[in-house]
T-cell receptor, first 112, second 111 residues
């Protein structure tokens, strides 16, 4: 059973456009929601993260929107660049268990 | 500061062979974990450790063993490799409440 559901599986965006990746969860014990970025041949690296007491967090061109009542969160990449082409994973963690549950990943391609 | 180091980067095994995937971290993190990454499946937790001498099973532990004799090292053992274990394996470390730091992975093929 997938604890965190991620969509879409793949995404193609023109340079300068907005990339949006969505995730949903059911476990209300999750208290930390990170996004990881992975380039080919590399391990995932933390991109941005949010806790459920805020509805939005922005770091440069990357924004997480969080809807606690709907149990959904999304990653928005503004002014998408070819260098953003990578696989993105959402994740969730319960503080007590300290275990991370990952979405299935989104392969983003930004066309010049 | 090397972070999380995994060896080897690539490995090909025949069915039934055994091997150990190595993982070392130099950040003095208490938690270490192993994930496997398969297309369309995301990252799934195999085993994890909350400190030296303490290990526990994750979501997909069958066919794998781990031990944690030091804070720095967390090897993953395949006792009898099967084609279903063909995957990319990632080791990660963290301190409690902090983000995961991943190594660059080991790509394993079992024929």
């Amino acid at each position: 059973q997938q604890q965190v559901k991620q969509s879409p599986q793949s995404l193609i965006v023109q340079k300068g456009g907005i990339s949006i990746i969505n995730c949903a969860y059911e476990n209300t014990a999750f208290d930390y929601f990170p996004w990881y970025q992975q380039f080919p041949g590399k391990g995932p690296a933390l991109l941005i993260a949010i806790r459920p007491d805020v509805s939005e967090k922005k770091e440069g061109r990357f924004t997480i929107s969080f809807n606690k009542s709907a149990k959904q969160f999304s990653l928005h990449i503004m002014d998408s660049q070819p260098g953003d082409s990578a696989t993105y994973f959402c994740a969730a963690r319960t503080y007590t268990g300290n275990q991370f549950y990952f979405g299935t990943g989104t392969s983003l391609t930004v066309i010049p | 500061n090397a972070g999380v180091t995994q060896t080897p980067k690539f490995q090909v095994l025949k069915t039934g062979q055994s091997m150990t995937l190595q993982c070392a971290q130099d950040m003095n993190h208490e938690y270490m974990s192993w994930y496997r990454q398969d297309p369309g499946m995301g990252l799934r937790l195999i085993h994890y450790s909350v400190g030296a001498g303490i290990t526990d099973q994750g979501e997909v532990p069958n066919g794998y063993n781990v031990s944690r004799s030091t804070t720095e090292d967390f090897p993953l053992r395949l006792l009898s490799a099967a084609p279903s274990q063909t995957s990319v394996y990632f080791c990660a470390s963290q301190n409690r409440g902090s983000p995961l730091h991943f190594g660059n992975g080991t790509r394993l093929t079992v024929t």
